[in-house]
């Protein structure tokens, strides 16, 4: 009997492998989905219509055009809160699953605080979520991608504990209204991003420049407003609206200079990703021990008499712990890792004591941070599967930026390889990935790049005042692999 089981299950592995594997075609799993990701500052425009708020980041481009390297904004962007039906119809012929798109608080809340609702704004974000459903393609809805009324930045912003409740009662605004129609939540985009660049240095909004006592500060508190928002879905809207809520964390990949030096991949890791993956996803919960003690000894070393990273209370880990139904993963890139006595450095990052560099033929996109390295994204997956007993992994961006051209065969080998390394952690590493979004539908404005990077499978006329779409030759690239649920060399 044991045996027959033994031959069934050899039978049917060696037949997946040969019909997953022949002709060099790898097929996304069944009930995968594919979608493409945008948010809200990036594309919307219309950023003093419809009743909206003043939001920091709105607050900061006015203030800093210098900041930006051509000077502009997401005034106008991608005028999308006008042109969203056309945007609809652009993922509807791109035969996506899910749209994932973010809510701009500041239109929701002109004041930022919840008790005055701007039916105009909500409006907005209804007629949009209809328009997908109609077209049978999911909302995934992001309550936070950086761009909270500016109010708040005036009272410290997320260096102010009161904000996990001004965000807290937002998000309750927003599932309560838009809940009914929508499945798949994020709390908040890439913590790290919006404190490490917003509050550690100078290239974000607000720009506070703190250094690496701010990044960690703003850590701490956004990390418990997730949990917080976390548990307000869980208790109050869960049972009625059937969904499910995770937050999206940005994980670089870490390759090491030494083969043997795991360590160097092990404490970049927890640095990067495991600072708020290991208190939500981990068994124990609270940040990586790694973490605490090497901050706690580098405090040290740097003069101050207790370690810069604040303490969780065991209160804190409890109500941290588990607060994700699925793991948000944002990714781009990687980095070549080695393991160094201690760093210098003042930047946040050097925190970590682990020296970062890259292969110089590696080749290149339109950023400065973004090279091209698949390897680097199997590797990062296996790494959250195997860290954190194999959760469901939902891709939430992967893309490549390129100056210009409809004509983009880098992206589309960029997004060949990325998928394939994806697919290959699927069914050669067993793990669990559900989802996979490219960034972005859409150029748009790319931050403290302004219109300078563009990472749309669409190309948007920026000096046309009718901000024309054309869709890109990635887009019929990517419309294939939706339509066929394959990718083949
Ligand atoms: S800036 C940034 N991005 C881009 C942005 O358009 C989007 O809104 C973000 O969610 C594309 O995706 C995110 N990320 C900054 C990543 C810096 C990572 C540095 C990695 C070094 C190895």
């Given at each position: 009997?044991?045996?027959?089981?033994?031959?069934?299950?050899?039978?049917?592995?060696?037949?997946?492998?040969?019909?997953?594997?022949?002709?060099?075609?790898?097929?996304?799993?069944?009930?995968?989905?594919?979608?493409?990701?945008?948010?809200?500052?990036?594309?919307?425009?219309?950023?003093?219509?419809?009743?909206?708020?003043?939001?920091?980041?709105?607050?900061?481009?006015?203030?800093?055009?210098?900041?930006?390297?051509?000077?502009?904004?997401?005034?106008?962007?991608?005028?999308?809160?006008?042109?969203?039906?056309?945007?609809?119809?652009?993922?509807?012929?791109?035969?996506?699953?899910?749209?994932?798109?973010?809510?701009?608080?500041?239109?929701?809340?002109?004041?930022?605080?919840?008790?005055?609702?701007?039916?105009?704004?909500?409006?907005?974000?209804?007629?949009?979520i209809n328009e997908l459903l109609a077209k049978?393609?999911?909302?995934?809805?992001?309550?936070?991608?950086?761009?909270?009324?500016?109010?708040?930045?005036?009272?410290?912003?997320?260096t102010n504990e009161m904000m996990v409740e001004?965000?807290?009662?937002?998000?309750?605004?927003?599932?309560?209204?838009?809940?009914?129609?929508?499945?798949?939540?994020?709390?908040?985009?890439?913590?790290?991003?919006?404190?490490?660049?917003?509050?550690?240095?100078?290239?974000?909004?607000?720009?506070?420049?703190?250094?690496?006592?701010?990044?960690?500060?703003?850590?701490?508190?956004?990390?418990?407003?997730?949990?917080?928002?976390?548990?307000?879905?869980?208790?109050?809207?869960?049972?009625?609206?059937?969904?499910?809520?995770?937050?999206?964390?940005?994980?670089?990949?870490?390759?090491?200079?030494?083969?043997?030096?795991?360590?160097?991949?092990?404490?970049?890791?927890?640095?990067?990703?495991?600072?708020?993956?290991?208190?939500?996803?981990?068994?124990?919960?609270?940040?990586?021990?790694?973490?605490?003690?090497?901050?706690?000894?580098?405090?040290?070393?740097?003069?101050?008499?207790?370690?810069?990273?604040?303490?969780?209370?065991?209160?804190?880990?409890?109500?941290?712990?588990?607060?994700?139904?699925?793991?948000?993963?944002?990714?781009?890139?990687?980095?070549?890792?080695?393991?160094?006595?201690?760093?210098?450095?003042?930047?946040?990052?050097?925190?970590?004591?682990?020296?970062?560099?890259?292969?110089?033929?590696?080749?290149?996109?339109?950023?400065?941070?973004?090279?091209?390295?698949?390897?680097?994204?199997?590797?990062?997956?296996?790494?959250?599967?195997?860290?954190?007993?194999n959760p469901p992994i939902y891709v939430m961006?992967?893309?490549?930026?390129?100056?210009?051209?409809?004509?983009?065969?880098?992206?589309?080998?960029?997004?060949?390889?990325?998928?394939?390394?994806?697919?290959?952690?699927?069914?050669?590493?067993?793990?669990?990935?559900?989802?996979?979004?490219?960034?972005?539908?859409?150029?748009?404005?790319?931050?403290?790049?302004?219109?300078?990077?563009?990472?749309?499978?669409?190309?948007?006329?920026?000096?046309?005042?009718?901000?024309?779409?054309?869709?890109?030759?990635?887009?019929?690239?990517?419309?294939?692999?939706?339509?066929?649920?394959?990718?083949?060399?």
């Amino acid at each position: 009997m044991a045996s027959y089981s033994f031959l069934r299950v050899a039978v049917s592995f060696i037949f997946i492998v040969t019909y997953v594997f022949a002709n060099d075609t790898l097929y996304f799993p069944k009930d995968f989905l594919l979608g493409t990701a945008t948010a809200a500052y990036q594309i919307e425009g219309g950023w003093n219509e419809s009743g909206k708020g003043e939001s920091v980041w709105d607050w900061w481009t006015h203030e800093n055009p210098s900041l930006i390297r051509d000077g502009s904004n997401g005034d106008v962007a991608c005028d999308s809160l006008h042109k969203y039906k056309e945007d609809v119809q652009l993922l509807s012929d791109l035969g996506v699953d899910f749209y994932r798109f973010s809510i701009s608080w500041p239109r929701i809340l002109p004041t930022g605080y919840a008790n005055v609702i701007n039916q105009e704004g909500l409006n907005y974000y209804k007629n949009l979520i209809n328009e997908l459903l109609a077209k049978d393609i999911k909302p995934f809805v992001t309550l936070y991608h950086w761009d909270h009324p500016e109010i708040f930045e005036r009272m410290g912003g997320w260096t102010n504990e009161m904000m996990v409740e001004w965000i807290s009662d937002y998000a309750r605004v927003v599932f309560k209204e838009l809940g009914p129609k929508v499945k798949y939540f994020m709390s908040i985009n890439e913590p790290n991003v919006l404190c490490g660049e917003g509050y550690g240095e100078n290239v974000k909004a607000p720009g506070k420049n703190l250094g690496s006592p701010g990044v960690f500060l703003c850590m701490h508190n956004v990390l418990k407003a997730h949990a917080k928002i976390y548990h307000i879905y869980d208790k109050e809207f869960r049972k009625y609206q059937e969904g499910t809520i995770g937050i999206v964390l940005p994980c670089s990949g870490a390759l090491p200079k030494n083969p043997n030096d795991t360590a160097a991949v092990n404490m970049h890791f927890q640095f990067n990703c495991g600072w708020i993956a290991h208190a939500i996803f981990s068994k124990t919960g609270d940040y990586p021990e790694i973490m605490k003690t090497h901050v706690a000894d580098n405090s040290k070393l740097a003069g101050f008499s207790k370690s810069l990273l604040p303490e969780l209370s065991s209160e804190w880990v409890q109500y941290i712990k588990g607060t994700s139904d699925f793991f948000g993963l944002n990714h781009y890139t990687s980095k070549i890792v080695e393991t160094v006595p201690r760093m210098k450095g003042e930047g946040w990052y050097d925190f970590s004591g682990v020296k970062q560099s890259i292969d110089p033929s590696w080749p290149k996109s339109a950023s400065d941070w973004l090279r091209v390295v698949p390897d680097g994204f199997r590797e990062i997956i296996k790494k959250i599967s195997k860290e954190y007993d194999n959760p469901p992994i939902y891709v939430m961006e992967n893309g490549f930026s390129d100056k210009c051209c409809t004509f983009d065969h880098l992206r589309i080998s960029y997004l060949y390889s990325y998928i394939k390394a994806m697919l290959l952690a699927i069914y050669e590493d067993g793990c669990n990935v559900k989802a996979y979004a490219v960034w972005s539908l859409l150029d748009n404005f790319e931050w403290g790049a302004g219109y300078t990077e563009r990472f749309g499978l669409v190309n948007v006329n920026f000096t046309d005042s009718n901000r024309t779409r054309t869709p890109k030759w990635s887009t019929i690239w990517y419309k294939n692999i939706i339509a066929t649920r394959k990718l083949t060399s």
